[in-house]
């Protein structure tokens, strides 16, 4: 009996051991069928997500290609695409204006792939408006600030004597200057400029040349002859005389500079106490732009100049000018796309009250009256402060004024359809005057008259939250006596340096 106890305990052991070892066969066996079918699945899920991302990423191809072709046609036609639906893609197209010749375009898809996860593809690149950059007579920054700039520094610096500066320009590292005393005209090698110099970049003329007059504006812009396919540098002058205000000094030769064209404006009677001297001026796309501060008489001066050495005054007439009744302090013009038409407009900093920032349309400078107000676009500010600087980038108008007791000075506004206003996009006070402004990137570089923080870094990347990056002491900047390029910004005083180069190491 004993023995069959035994016997029968070691069956039930044996046959309870059978059971386990098919339990384990059989939960090894639903693991490996379990992770074969994730396997599988997997497979399946990153096949779907590598098609879904080269469709994606054929969209976002797709995308940049069409900025690119719509920037040959018209360059401020690229403007951002928000988010949109495109099947099971979201498109966008993301652009930021760089400079007036740059911008920079980030075409962007984004989608849900499998339990909601998120993905996105981007491509970015920067498109150059050549034909841009050609208006502007080569005279536009292509690249942004490559720093941070939350620590200007000085690079270099030079001083002339005697005088002071009046007026800068800055065409491929040469800087060109006007100022109030003899020889009223000086030309910088910046190029060739080290770390911590302090003198030497000011070179001197063999041939002793002056324009024999202050120098109250610069533009310098490249020529090339037709003819010949020469390329030559001009500066256009604005000269502090009641005749032969516009002066063309041909600069290809910067040790050599000469006169090779004078032009006085056109022959309105000029009553004793008027201000007829040239005041500023631009250049774009074979024009040039003269004014003078206000006067009995026409104030906005049209040149052609596509040929430099013989530039002729537009309109009709003895006064072929256009009487404003007021003084433009600085301007910039541009041409624009208004109902399929190509329009263009002089944007204005002024000293009328009722109207600081004002707009013109100069489509049609050579017909009497042509050149008009367009009087949507005026911008009548709190207070009786001038206004002092402007800049265009893309279709935003950036404009500073003189220091307002509250309120704001500097300001940001929408120039998309000037025909139909200007929209205000964000403003500051920056509590003191805006007499220089560049602009370029993320950043807005001004000169202020305010002792110790004459030279201010802003941010506008949001123009409704515009903040202080930086600010840096150089007493006296002069009025619109700033300019930039790559990674550099030029100023001017009237008190230390006549030239001082400022970078951020």
């Known amino acids: ?50 098609e879904t991302s080269d469709e994606a990423l054929y969209k976002a191809k797709d995308s940049m290609e069409s900025a690119r072709a719509r920037a040959l046609g018209d360059f401020a036609s690229v403007v951002p695409i928000l988010p949109a639906p495109d099947t099971i893609y979201s498109k966008e197209l993301a652009v930021t204006d760089v400079t007036p010749c740059v911008k920079e375009v980030v075409g962007r ?31 536009c920054a292509t690249k942004p600030p490559g720093k941070k700039w939350s620590n200007p520094q000085k690079f270099a610096s030079d001083n002339f004597n005697p ?14 200057m006007g100022a109030d005393t003899y020889p009223f005209f000086y030309i910088a ?60 000094i041909d600069v290809s030769d910067i040790h050599n500079p000469v006169t090779v064209a004078t032009r006085s404006l056109s022959p309105c ?55 404003l009744t ?8 541009h041409e624009q796309v208004i109902s399929g038409v190509i329009k263009r407009f002089a944007y204005a900093a002024t000293t009328l009250n009722s109207g600081e920032l004002q707009v013109y349309d100069v489509t049609d400078p050579a017909n009497v009256g042509a050149i008009s107000e367009v009087s949507a676009a005026r911008q009548d500010l709190p207070g009786t402060q001038d206004g002092q600087s402007i800049y265009l980038v893309g279709n935003k108008i950036y404009f500073g004024r003189q220091s307002t007791p509250s309120g704001s000075d500097f300001y940001i506004y929408d120039a ?14 920056i509590n003191t005057g805006a007499i220089a402004l560049q602009i370029v990137g993320k950043f807005a570089f001004i000169g202020t008259p305010k002792t110790n923080q004459e030279f201010q870094v802003w941010d506008i990347s949001n123009p409704v939250n515009i903040t202080n990056v930086a600010t840096y002491s150089f007493p006296k900047v002069v009025e619109n006596g700033t300019d930039y390029e790559p990674d550099f910004v030029y100023l001017t005083s009237a008190a230390s ?6 970078y951020n190491p």
């Open 163 to 176: 005088g002071k500066p009046v007026s800068i320009d800055v065409l491929n590292r040469t800087v060109y």
């Open 326 to 333: 007021t003084t433009i302090n600085n301007l910039v013009v």
């Open 1 to 50: 009996m004993r023995a069959e106890s035994i016997g029968s305990r070691n069956t039930i052991s044996e046959r309870g051991s059978s059971i386990l070892e098919v339990l384990i066969a059989a939960s090894i066996l639903v693991l490996s069928i379990t992770a074969a079918t994730l396997l599988v699945f997997a497979n399946q899920s990153l096949k779907l997500d590598s």
């Open 416 to 429: 998309s359809h000037p025909t139909t206003g200007l929209l205000l996009l964000g403003s500051k006070d």
């Open 497 to 502: 340096d006549s030239l001082r180069i400022i």
């Open 109 to 139: 898809i984004t989608w849900s792939a499998e339990a909601n996860r998120p993905q996105k593809i981007e491509l970015k690149t920067n498109l150059a408006d050549i034909a841009g950059v050609l208006a502007l007579g080569g005279d």
């Open 189 to 248: 090698d910046a190029g060739a400029a080290t770390p911590g110099q302090s003198s030497g970049l000011f070179v001197n003329f063999s041939n002793g040349f002056t324009p024999g007059y202050q120098v109250n504006a610069v533009d310098a812009a490249r020529w090339r002859d037709p003819s010949t396919g020469a390329v030559k540098v001009y500066v256009y002058a604005a000269i502090d005389s009641t005749a032969n205000q516009l002066q063309v």
């Open 269 to 323: 009677v000029i009553p004793t106490g008027s201000y007829p001297q040239g005041w500023r001026l631009y250049y774009y796309k074979d024009r040039l732009y003269l004014v003078t501060r206000e006067t009995a008489g026409p104030e906005f001066h049209i040149f052609d100049v596509q040929d430099p050495t013989n530039p002729t005054e537009l309109g009709m007439g003895a006064c072929k000018g256009t009487e």
